[in-house]
């Protein structure tokens, strides 16, 4: 069975910082892109960043480019984003979800977390 | 503001057959693939939908999607009760992934 379980919210400062942790269990990890997905609470989705099977390539949606970096150690099968220069805009539930890509196209985000929780707040 | 226009709300009752649309605004649109997802209230996000019109394993094929020019549908037929809830759509935009601002949908 696919688990993807998200870890690391909690109450941050405005300008602090978090690192949030996906433990993927279930499926080959290093077959499959991964990307974090955000929703602000009653709110609609909104795709935050993403990274490659192997590591080689990372895109990040421009409200948190050059604040947010997204990793992965294929040895412990986890994802990882590190968020730096905290907003409140930021508050949201994080989801660590997995899509497999070929080289002509990707199939859809075909599993996603429980999510995480973020709140920025002074 | 998306760059992938929904309607913020649709409606039907039991047995109908809806459809929500999800319109690009650039030239992109008219060669990206679009994706569909289901959100049932206090759960992660399903994927209905890949590459238009391809449903996932599992995807009852009450669920389609089709796609024309700069716009995109998802098609609902017979209509259940356990349907309400939010529907987005979603496509590459260059090298990111964007999703429509969402659906509601309620079953009356």
């Known amino acids: 069975e696919v688990q993807l379980v998200e870890s690391g919210g909690a109450v941050v400062q405005p300008g602090g910082s978090l690192r949030l942790s996906c433990a993927a269990s279930?499926?080959?990890?290093?077959?499959?892109?991964m990307h974090w997905v955000r929703q602000s609470p009653g709110k609609g989705l909104e795709w935050v960043s993403l990274?490659?099977?192997?590591?080689?390539?990372?895109y990040y949606a421009d409200s948190v480019k050059g604040r947010f970096t997204i990793s992965r150690d294929s040895s412990k099968n986890s994802l990882s984003l590190q968020m730096n220069s905290l907003r409140s805009e930021d508050t949201a539930f994080y989801y660590c979800?997995?899509?497999?890509?070929?080289?002509?196209?990707?199939?859809?985000?075909?599993?996603w977390g429980q999510g995480t929780l973020v709140t920025v707040s002074s | 503001q998306s760059v992938l226009t929904q309607p913020p709300s649709a409606s039907g009752t039991p047995g109908q057959r809806v459809t929500i649309s999800c319109s690009g605004w650039?030239?992109?649109?008219?060669?990206?693939?679009i994706y569909w997802y289901q959100q049932l209230p206090g759960t992660a996000p399903k994927l209905l939908i890949y590459?238009?019109?391809q449903r996932p394993s599992g995807v009852p094929d009450r669920f389609s999607g089709s796609k024309s020019g700069t716009s995109a549908s998802l098609a609902i037929s017979g209509l259940r009760s356990e349907d309400e809830a939010d529907y987005y759509c979603?496509?590459?935009?260059?090298?990111?992934?964007?999703f429509g601002g969402g659906t509601k949908l309620t079953v009356l």
């Open positions: 979800a997995k899509e497999f890509c070929s080289t002509t196209f990707c199939y859809g985000i075909d599993s």
């Open positions: 279930g499926f080959t990890f290093d077959d499959y892109t």
């Open positions: 990274i490659t099977w192997n590591g080689g390539t990372t």
């Open positions: 650039n030239s992109n649109f008219g060669t990206t693939y």
């Open positions: 590459r238009n019109n």
């Open positions: 979603a496509a590459w935009e260059d090298t990111l992934r964007v």
